[in-house]
Every structure is written in C-alpha cells, then in structure tokens.
C-alpha cells in the first residue's frame, strides 16, 4: 500500500487534489492519502492533517503579515512528514509555501511531485531551475510551462489541463434556469470575486458597484455569485447589504450556472479559466496590496496576469489591475461585451482557441500515473 501526501493552499488547488486523489484511488484502491486540503479532499477521501479553511494570503505583504501562522503551519507539516514518511509528497500550486515544503521533503529522502507549478514562465527562468533542483518529476498542465521547465533540466511529464475533465455542464441549460430559479429571458451577469477572504474585501465591493451601473443600463439583469467553499456565506451577505443590488448567492453545479450566463467578472485565477472554458466572455479584475503590485512589475515578465491571454498570448478578455479596476471600468467592459454583438462574436471564438491549446482529456489520470510512477521507485514497488 502506497502513502501519498497532498499539500495545498486554497480552494482551487483543493479541488485539484480531490480530482487527483479520486484517480489515485481508482489506479490503487488501497492507497493511503494524507495532506493539507480542504472540504472537497476529505470528501474524496484524504485524511486532512489542516484545514486550509483560513489560510489562504497572497501577495509579500499579506505573506509578511502572516508569517508566523505560516511558519508555525511548516514547521507541523515537516514533523509530520518525519512521523508518516509518505512515499511521495505532492504538491499542488501555494508556490510560496509548497516549495519550501518541498526542499524539507527533498531533505528527508521524500521525492516530491509539482502539479500545478510555479509559474516559472512568468516569473523567470532562475524560478524553474530552482524548481528543478527540489523535485522530482514536474506534471506541466501547459505545452510552455512543459518547455521551460525541461530547459531548466527537470523531469517534465506534460498531463494536459485537468479542467479539461471536469469543466462541462451537467444539466440541459433549461434544466439549469429551473434549477437556479433564474429567467432564460434575461440577461446572467456571474460575480467571481475569489475564494479567499483577502479577494472578497479588496474586489466584491467593485463589482457590486459596477454591477449597480450595469444593472441601470440593462433593466432586468440577474447576478449570480457562485460561493466558495472557504469563504462563509456571512461574509458575502454583509458585503452586499451594502449595495442596491440582488445578487443570489450558489453553492453548486457552478458549470451549470456558467452555461446559463452571458458574462462574468471574475478574480484573476483558475475561475478565469474556468469561463473560458465554459465559452463565457469575462472581465477580469484584481488588486492586491501597493508594495506587492510595485513589485511584481519589476518581477514578473510576462505582459499579461489572467490565464486566457497568458494561453493565447494575445489580449482576448479585458484585464483590470489596481486603480483600473474601479466600477466604471468594469461595467463598461461588462456591457461592451454583453451589449456589442460583434465583440462578444470574437471573445467566443477567441475562448475556442484557448481551449485547443490546452491539450486533450485525461489529465488528472495521468498526473495519478506519474506520482504512483515516483511512489513506486521510491519503494522498489512494494
């Protein structure tokens, strides 16, 4: 019986890893899963060893606030990590934190596995030898992020996007307005403001303002918001009451919900991507701390920050960052698409290019393959 150990940061990456831990268990029933993941990796079946409920920060200057709690947080893991000598450790995304686990990992003869790896594409080449040197085998969900990692000399396996497997409609789109008791024949506007309590605070209040603007240009409009599992509905609640807007407030089925929508504004992450996928034209927006923005200009080399324009490499959803993502922008950009039919025309066939390089179904199938691949050198396959 293999051990595997999961290590994740937020919500994103803890239905990564009950998408993971579901195909390791249909590879290797017996094996045995530990980690640190949230609702959706103990409903797969992962003993969680800490809740990720309240852990996700993002940016230097949020990290610097918390860093105590993060430390205390690696200091468990890495005990642990001694205790339960897992086969292999996994990690998925939380780059800042994941790797440094990793090299305690690495110190103790454990081989790690990265899926969902730095983005060394957008922060430099030296972020990818760096990665290299700690783990053993990197699953690459994109064709570049394969390339520059195999340059930096690790060993790169190229999975193919796990979306792809799992961002589909489970509901006819009539089954799907009856289900959310929304009206085919009006407008759906989605907000995403992230799954971390930080995005809420910094980006629901702009797009509650800028959904009031949309909603005084398109009498009739519906806005749904899809909740996170690490975000409590409270929160959400006392946000809007601040606001002349209806907004209904979803727990589930959010491919169902992005079928019936005709656009989102979303936090800049996997939900973008999400949409894309989905074939909904989407604003994307985020803001973090001055320091950490000031930074990340001087750091990261890429031109774009959302998942849609890194992949075409082009420009095909509107971005706002920082001061650009006030109320006006983004109800412009919201109406634009949802109001000028030539536009929208293009942002469709620009998502169906998004999707065509993404690769092919099958990837978290493979991801499993690869770590019981490491698992099992690890232990002469016992």
């Not at 082009?314 to 922008?329: F, G, M």
Request: net charge neutral.
């Amino acid at each position: 019986m293999y051990k595997v150990m999961l290590s994740v940061g937020e919500a994103s990456g803890d239905l990564h890893g009950a998408s993971l831990a579901a195909a390791l268990k249909t590879l290797c029933p017996d094996i045995k899963l530990i980690g640190m993941g949230g609702q959706a990796m103990r409903a797969a079946g992962v003993e969680i060893i800490y809740d990720i409920a309240d852990l996700g920060v993002i940016g230097l200057v949020e990290v610097l606030k918390n860093l105590r709690k993060l430390f205390k947080l690696r200091d468990m893991l890495a005990d642990y990590l001694e205790r339960e000598r897992p086969d292999v450790l996994v990690v998925i995304d939380y780059p800042g934190f994941n790797m440094r686990l990793a090299k305690i990992a690495k110190a103790k003869g454990i081989p790690v596995v990265s899926y969902i790896s730095p983005s060394a594409w957008a922060w430099g080449r030296g972020r990818a030898r760096e990665v290299a040197e700690v783990v053993e085998r990197v699953a690459a969900i994109f064709p570049f992020e394969a390339e520059v990692y195999r340059e930096a000399g690790a060993n790169v396996t190229f999975v193919g996007h796990p979306l792809l497997d799992v961002v589909k409609p489970s509901l006819t789109k009539d089954e799907a307005y009856a289900y959310f008791g929304a009206d085919p024949g009006r407008p759906l506007v989605l907000l995403m403001p992230g799954s971390r309590q930080q995005e809420i605070a910094n980006l629901l209040p702009v797009m509650l303002a800028a959904g009031e603007k949309i909603a005084a240009q398109v009498p009739g409009c519906q806005f749904f918001l899809p909740v996170a599992s690490t975000i409590s509905r409270e929160m959400l609640q006392n946000i809007i009451g601040n606001y002349n807007l209806p907004v209904k407030l979803t727990t589930d089925r959010n491919y169902d919900l992005m079928n019936i929508a005709q656009v989102a504004i979303a936090a800049s992450g996997t939900a973008t991507l999400e949409t894309s996928l989905m074939g909904v034209p989407t604003v994307i927006i985020y803001k973090v701390a001055a320091l950490t923005y000031f930074l990340g200009k001087f750091l990261v080399k890429i031109p774009y920050i959302g998942l849609p324009n890194i992949i075409a490499g082009r420009q095909v959803v509107p971005e706002l960052l920082q001061d650009a993502a006030n109320p006006d922008n983004v109800a412009r950009e919201a109406l634009a698409l949802l109001t000028d039919d030539a536009r929208r025309a293009q942002t469709l066939r620009d998502l169906s290019e998004v999707r065509a390089k993404l690769g092919e179904a099958g990837a978290v199938q493979r991801v499993a393959r690869v770590v019981l691949e490491v698992a099992a050198n690890n232990t002469g396959g016992k």
